[in-house]
């Protein structure tokens, strides 16, 4: 183990195992039909972009066909019996070598461009383009290996324009023999050029019963009721383990709480929660607090647009709160238009390092505002 295995990786969420260690992907059969599909036809696409919701398995179906595509021989006609019957899962054996050097980050025909350090020690928020560049070198040096090659991309909405151009050429002459997976959160952010030499992949949210089978297989500890926790990770296994990890359920909880008290705002709770977004270390309770600040206005947008509030509730008397907030299509809209203000202030303090109990006060009160008028 080096220094470096122990620092936060980009494409891995917090509390939860590597995509590489996650053996099997709950929800998304058709996606992995649609990909053997391809490679049967014998006219599998240089480069696929996985899109799709944050945290709903993209990642894992992008190392499951890496690890496919390594251990599996191309199709191919062997004379007198003909061609062997196409594979009808992408699953490899725990035990084959190919896994093995996969789980040890050692195979030779695998790269993964995620954001890397700077020379400070710090994560960058962008892959550069000396991040794709390495490719190069690895192309290069793979080749003598005469097998197939796979880079996974994670995510490649986090490229620069120097890195997405970098990756554009490459994907304009891609080399032979290489299969390039781009995982997408938001495909509007990428290149039109780079959406269109590549072969979708589409992943949705995943059901209650998918969703509960990948929380229990990435070792979450679910609570007694696990409805709230469906209703606010909607259907991302990603947000669920964010959510368990840094007590985000209780804190929607709190969030509701003080929402009851309006238009009389309770400002004790609101200057306790200020207080909690402003405690030292809470940097990502305080992201986390302005993500759930927004799921709150949402869903108190939707409520008055539809007439009722969604369901499941995602804490302890939400529907009765969101009901009695959001009454009519009119108030739909206004809770709507407070919900863009609020995601573009809270965008430009954090750009700015705004002081967080600031922010959430100021984010309050217009909530106050909101529900008085």
Known sequence: MSEADDLPRADQAEGAPHP???????????????????????????????????????????????????????MADDGLFGAPPPPERLDIDPDHPVSHRIQALAEPGLAAITRSYNDKGRLRDQIVVEDVRVLNKFFGLSSAEGGHRVVIVDSADEMNPNAANALLKMLEEPPARTTLLLISHQPSRLLPTIRSRCRTLRLGALGPEDMQAALTQAGAELPADPTHLAALAAGSVGAAMRLLALDGLKLYGELVALADSLPRLDRQRAMALAEKAAARGAAERFELMLTLMDVLLARLARTGATGQPPAPEAAPNEGAVLSRLAPTPQKARAWADLAATVTDRSRHGQAVNLDPAALVLDTVFKMQDTASR
């Open 20 to 74: 590489r260690e996650t053996r099997q992907l709950f929800g998304h059969a058709d996606a992995e039909a649609e990909f053997l599909r391809a490679f049967g036809s014998e006219r599998l696409h240089h480069a696929w972009l996985l899109m799709g919701p944050r945290g709903v398995g993209k990642a894992t179906l992008a190392w499951r066909i890496a690890r496919f595509l390594l251990a599996t021989p191309p």
